[in-house]
């Protein structure tokens, strides 16, 4: 294989009868611009209950492109992805869920994007989540622009892609309770958008509910500290008090691999 060119991150949890077809679909979006030979795809198994370890051990014999990365605990989807950024390669790194609702057919134009930007976050149209979700994400996006100071234009989508040094910026961080677009907010402004289409979840449910939703926004207020004014408005004590209850895990690892294919 040449040098690697991309990196695909994939968080995986209980997605067994997803990731045959997610394959497929990556491999022919790199094939047309020619990246085929010169990328890598790295897939997290974060504590599935299912047998999405088999499959991506099985994949790993078949395709020579793909790593495998199982962990020893359900870390979450940051975590996970974590994993994948400190063992990647490529000069461009694009992270995407395993569900096929970020289509794999816009990668070219988030590789094209990087060219001149150092991120570019993807923006939906025609979103296909719940009502109870698409509200849930437009306050996310209200509260994370007021925490981390940045543009209500830049949502902050986990379908995303960063350049090789930004990624070197986020695995410097090490703490347990990970909230890597705070991250890449404090390493660069120079962040670049494209729209994507958002298709229906091919199987399962999604397992996001409101007390995630809340250690992640307690994540920014506690572990990143971007801002001190901000940190000590009343919403951000609300947020700690949040962090009492619902955090009881502070001496857990980032995340703990179990084994690393190939």
Known sequence: MEKIKVSIIIPVYNSFEILDDLNQRILRSLENVNLSESFELIMINDFSKDKSWDKIKYLSSKYNYIKGINLSDNFGQHNAIMAGLNNCKGEYVITIDDDLQHPPEFFPEIIK?????????TNYRNRKHNFWKKIVSKINNIVSSFLLNKPLNIYLSSFRGLKRKVVLDIIKFNKPNVY?????????????????????RKSGKSNYNLKKLFILWSNMVIDLKFYPIRISSIFG???????????KEEDKPQYEILERIP
């Open 237 to 247: 004590f609300i947020l700690k008090f949040f962090v009492i209850l619902l955090r």
């Open 113 to 121: 994007k990087l060219e001149n930007y150092d991120v570019c976050y």
């Open 180 to 200: 890597i677009d705070g991250i890449i907010i404090r390493a660069t402004k120079n962040i670049g958008i494209i729209t994507v289409d958002h298709d229906e």
